[in-house]
Each structure stands twice: as structure tokens, then as C-alpha cells.
């Protein structure tokens, strides 16, 4: 009798616990709750901490979370406004504020996520469709971009495009096309950034070949505009020592003129002071022009007059042939001289 009362006890204390477990819950600060009843909402959400009461068994605690929660979406193909076929990979921001409407549209975390893709997504595609690639690229419309003022003068040069909004700007448009779509839904959209814009595989190879072009065309532009300099540079060299060789030659030949002047006098008056002085003069003089003028097998032609004859009458210098022809009157030298040769 006694087991039979103890069980009862037991039971009884188990299903008390059961029921106080099943009507007390506790919500957290980074939590909010919709309580259902067989499935559908009952009374206002609780948003604040604390100990909470519900009917037990029959009715549920749905928690969602009250903190800002990310959402990262997955790199998508699209073509811009001037037909270039990028991969855009986007993330944003995104809070629960109105847990009821978000249990009844979405239900959970995973639904909402997917809609989420969906939304993002398509607003994307949209702003994206509707600008050049260069308003995604670049940040803001007043940021200079640096340029290179010597590649800008080579013909050929890609020249950047001006800009009339920006990424930032961009943004702006996905985030205010988005929320629109979000506030049905109890969410809040609080940013959407560009992680990341790609070229597409399909034409990375060509965009990377027109830019090797490109930059081959401007190293053209730089080495023949190096090419003309140097011809200029060399002109002016080539120039520059006619010039100078010519003021040297021209220098050379005065100052040589000068000194044959010069010597001319000295040797004049050494032979007015001394005629022997002379005559060995004359002597030096004539053998170093033999030296220069006779050479082998050598015939030379003189008068016997000749003064330079006069130091070769039976002689026969380095193999050269002297040959004395009488004087002649004019017109008939030539003959004579030729028969005496």
C-alpha cells in the first residue's frame, strides 16, 4: 500500500513539474517571442527580458533573434549599361522589428534569408543594368582619380571616363529599391555594400588582352617619341663636332701659317747673314724633298738647268732614274722630253 502511495506522490510531483516548466520561460535581451496556439499567434510579442507566463502544452514559444544579423549573398552574373558581363558579390545588414509580421510572412531565419536573396538580389541586377561599369567601379563622383599626365599625351591612351554617381551611390539605389520590399515583412534593412566586382570569366581574357594592348600602344608612343629625341640628340652631336673641327682645322691652318710665315723670315734672314748657312739650307732642303718625292722604280723628268738637278747629275738615288734634257724653246719641250726619257 505504501509503494502504491509513493508512486502516486511521484507522479504527481513529475506532473506538477511539467507544468510549471511548460508555462514559465525566460526571453533574453538579444531575444524577442511570438507566443501560438495551435499554430497561430496569441496576443502582442514580447520584446522585453524576463520571466514569462504561458498556458502550458498548447501553446508554443517562437524566438527570434533581436540583434543585427548579416546576410552575404552569393556572386551573381549580370551585364551592365555598356554591355560588360561582370560577377557582383554583395552583402548587407538586416534586424527584426516587427516579430510578428516576420513570423507570419517568413515563419524562420532560413525563409527570410532566401528572401532576402531573392529581394538584394534583383535591386542589384536592376541599378546595376542601369549604369556603366565605371559608376560600379569607382567609389564617388568627387573623388579625383590619379593620373599619369605622360601616359595621357601618348596617342592611344585610355582616357577615364567621368562619372555621374558612383558605387556609393549605387548603393544607395539597391538599398532604398530593396526596403521598400522588406517593410511587408517586419524587417529592416540597415546597409547592402559591393564585396567584390569581378569580370566574368567568359571575357576576363579578352578585357586583360585590350589591356596589354593598350599599354603596349602607350610603351610604343614612349619609345618612338625616345627614338626622335635621340635622332635629335645626335643631330645636334654630329653638328656640334663639324663645328668644332672645323674652328680646329681653321685654327691649325693659321697658326701653321704663321709659322711658315715665321720661318720663312727666320731662314731669310739667316741666308742674307750667311751664305754657306744657306746653301746647306738649300742642301737639307733638297735631299729631304728627294727623300719624299723619289721613291723605287721612279722616273722623273728635269732640265739640266734645274735646280733640283743639280744634286743628281750622275747619281741614282733609291733606284730612281734621273734623265737631264737640254733646254728647249716653247712648243717643243714636251717633245724632246719625251725622246730623252
Not at 739640266?304 to 733609291?318: C, H, I, M, N, R
Request: proline share 3%; charged share 30%; glycine share 8%.
Amino acid at each position: 500500500m505504501k509503494n502504491v502511495i509513493r508512486a502516486i506522490i511521484v507522479l504527481f510531483l513529475i506532473g506538477l513539474l511539467l507544468s510549471v516548466s511548460g508555462t514559465a520561460y525566460i526571453v533574453t535581451e538579444t531575444e524577442q517571442v511570438v507566443v501560438t496556439q495551435f499554430g497561430r499567434p496569441v496576443g502582442e510579442p514580447v520584446t522585453t527580458a524576463g520571466l514569462k507566463f504561458k498556458l502550458p502544452f498548447i501553446r508554443k514559444v517562437n524566438r527570434f533573434d533581436k540583434r543585427v544579423l548579416e546576410w552575404d549573398g552569393p556572386p551573381s552574373d549580370m551585364l551592365t549599361k555598356d554591355k560588360t558581363f561582370i560577377v557582383v558579390d554583395t552583402f548587407g545588414r538586416w534586424q527584426i522589428t516587427d516579430p510578428l509580421k516576420y513570423f507570419l510572412r517568413l515563419t524562420d531565419e532560413r525563409r527570410a534569408l532566401s528572401r532576402l536573396d531573392d529581394i538584394l538580389g534583383s535591386a542589384t541586377l536592376t541599378t546595376v543594368a542601369n549604369h556603366d561599369l565605371v559608376e560600379v567601379v569607382r567609389t564617388t563622383k568627387d573623388r579625383e582619380p590619379a593620373r599619369d599626365e605622360s601616359v595621357a599625351k601618348v596617342k592611344g591612351g585610355a582616357a577615364l571616363k567621368s562619372i555621374s554617381k558612383g558605387r556609393v551611390k549605387l548603393e544607395e539605389e539597391i538599398y532604398a529599391a530593396a526596403s521598400k520590399q522588406m517593410e511587408d515583412l517586419g524587417i529592416t534593412l540597415l546597409d547592402v555594400r559591393f564585396k567584390r566586382v569581378n569580370y566574368h570569366p567568359s571575357v576576363a581574357g579578352k578585357i586583360h588582352a585590350r589591356m596589354i594592348s593598350e599599354r603596349q600602344q602607350i610603351a610604343a608612343g614612349f619609345r618612338s617619341e625616345g627614338a626622335g629625341e635621340a635622332a635629335r640628340i645626335l643631330g645636334t652631336k654630329e653638328k656640334e663636332l663639324k663645328r668644332i673641327n672645323s674652328e680646329a682645322y681653321k685654327t691649325v691652318e693659321q697658326l701653321r701659317g704663321e709659322a711658315d710665315a715665321k720661318a720663312t723670315t727666320i731662314y731669310a734672314e739667316a741666308y742674307n747673314q750667311s751664305p754657306e748657312a744657306a746653301a746647306f739650307y738649300e742642301f737639307m732642303q733638297t735631299m729631304s724633298l728627294y727623300k719624299e718625292a723619289l721613291a723605287k722604280d721612279t722616273s722623273v723628268v728635269l732640265s739640266t738647268e734645274s735646280e733640283l738637278f743639280q744634286f743628281l747629275k750622275g747619281a741614282d738615288v733609291g733606284g730612281a732614274e734621273a734623265v737631264a734634257s737640254p733646254r728647249v724653246p716653247k712648243g717643243e719641250g714636251l717633245a724632246e722630253q719625251g725622246e730623252n726619257r
